[in-house]
């Protein structure tokens, strides 16, 4: 007798059922949902149970009305294995029987009865052997890690995220947990991937199941399929903001043209034969502004870029502005996207995704920014778990761990995160660190003994409001956004070869991933109210409040500066500005982006006071040279040694584009 199994927090009803039948060859086709132009037919009762426990049986029941004699039952997998069986079932009053094969492997499973050339889908159903793992003393958590064809997989990492430990020969784990985490999560092992599928995130975790009522220890099983993805490329978003207050379209812009230019980069890494991983880093949506956009809502936006997603928590998906417990909307993440915090292998690459966003539940999530020690603990046991630490270590955490835009050279490298020291003192040991984070919405980069920071601007732009995709501009004409930092609306692309990070680069939205930096001829850009507003405005407070925004590009200027804005610079990069051949000496300005002001502030101004989205650009590139007509060519070679060149011939035009 199958047993029916206990249910899970999966939007499927899980069930125990009995089928029976032969496996035929060359019956019926499988196919996916049919078009609707392909014929169908009625079947009536059919049944809502969408688990089948196949542990021994192979025999198994469909049940419904209206079944015919030589109907096939055609069952494909919706997830990344590809595998279709065709069943040639034999019809019984109210069900047909059937007979899986010895060869079936567990997954879920699209059902469709074939009928001559017609076709009726009659659901989906996971099938799975579960494999009853014996209890240990003192463990209340145990299951099984295995491969789709059945294996065990040995050593695998799993957590509920404060303890650690490994699975066992046989692929079984045991834990002692206190439940203060809803999940228990499995560090994907190297060589496999959890198997997806249709609107799930990647499911490398788990929520715990209640305890049996018999005091057994309850189970929680996962199956990984196979996979080479030594080799692999890594693209980072975050800062979306769906809800931002000053952009009701974005939802849209976001679905028409990022999702479009991400899942385009995504395809071509699968077409040169590796896979893309999309890491989000959080700010998906702001919990107090449910009006405009739900997470549930904005989660089902994300999903629509291909591939796996891995998420972190921002602090706007955790903090209810109308209460001072943040504890509803972290059961909310908890159920809607995942744990706050886990690591995951992607090939050789070790990836640990960090919450800073909550100390404690109960503090109010405005001011509360640090990694608990409880988390650090865990990351600790993690770490220890990793053997080669010659390999490189990504950190994925919403907010940063040093300092972004500051403005003296001497804030370089001191820490953001309040406890950023501890952090990185967890750290220690690994040769190759690179954190991922956002939250600022400005680029920079920070290289800090064995740890990179790749500090990420806003996917959406203008401070995540989105308003420079919507203004009058080149810029928005080409769907393209901008930051206030000067930076393109972008995401980060990491590529990884083996063990090693091998090339990063910030993709811009619309923009080619060649386009690193953008050139000015300061001889050019005189920005004055009088040039932009009315008449009347350039004569009022607003054209006093334009020019003083304008700040030293109010001035005209004839001393032939060149200014570079590099999106992604760090210290170990060479820059260098050339007139016609001659290297000329540069300095790092701190200074507001004139294409932002061009862009945003200069056409705000017609309708608003004080825009006040203005900010200051860090990697801000000024050279003089000594003509106003030469020739100036830019050359900018990364830490990987790849060049980038641009020429710049003058004098040259300020226009609102990144050419």
Known sequence: MTKILPKTTSVRRRFALLLSALFLLGAPACSDDAPASVPTFPIGDVSDITFYDISGVRELQLPGTGFEPGDAVCLTDTGLSGHTYTLSPRVETGRLVMRLPDNFIDGVYRITIVRGAARFVYGEAEFCSKTLVEDREGMNLKGKVRDTNGHPIAGAVVSDGISVTRTDEDGCYWLATERKNPHVFVSIPRGYMPVEREGEFTTFFRKIPDAPADGTAAQADFTFHPVDNDDFELVVVTDIHLTAAAAAEAPRLFTEYCIPDIN??????????????TLNLGDLVAS???DLITLEDGVELLKKIDGPIFNVPGNHELYDG????????????????????????????????????????????????????????????????VEDKSATLVVAIHTPLFQSVASTEAAYGRYWLPNGADLAACLEGFTDVHVVSGHCHRMYNTVVGNI?????????????????????????????????????????????????????????????????????????????????????????????????????????????????KIWEYDTRWKVEILEDGKPLDWSIKLDKDPLYLFCYDIPSYATLDNPNYGGSARALFSAKAASATSTVTIRVTDSFGRVTEETMTRPKAFVSSYD
């Open 264 to 277: 385009s980069y995504i395809r071509g890494i699968q077409a040169s034969g590796r896979p893309a991983y």
């Open 452 to 564: 990179v920071e790749h500090n990420y601007s806003c996917l959406g732009g203008t401070s995540g409001h989105w308003t420079t995709w919507r203004l009058s501009s080149v810029v928005s004409d080409r769907h393209q956004g901008m930051n206030t930092d000067g930076s393109p609306a972008s995401y980060g692309t990491m590529t990884f070869r083996g063990k090693a990070l091998t090339d990063y680069c910030v993709k811009g939205v619309n923009l080619p991933r060649e386009k690193r930096f953008r050139t000015y001829d300061r001889n050019k850009i005189h920005l004055v109210a009088s040039d932009h507003l009315s008449p009347t405005l350039a004569g009022g407070s607003r054209g006093a409040a334009f020019n003083a925004a304008m700040g030293t590009y109010h001035t005209a200027s004839s001393d032939n500066e060149i200014l570079v």
């Open 288 to 290: 107090d502004k449910r």
């Open 322 to 385: 109308n209460a001072v417990d943040a504890s509803v909307e972290i059961a909310r993440y908890y159920d809607v996207v995942g744990p706050l915090y886990y690591s995951v292998n992607l090939g050789r690459i070790h990836l640990v995704a960090l919450n800073p966003c909550v100390r404690n539940i109960g503090i109010h999530m405005g001011t509360s920014y640090a990694l608990s020690e409880e988390q650090l603990e865990w990351l600790r046991r993690d770490l220890a778990q």
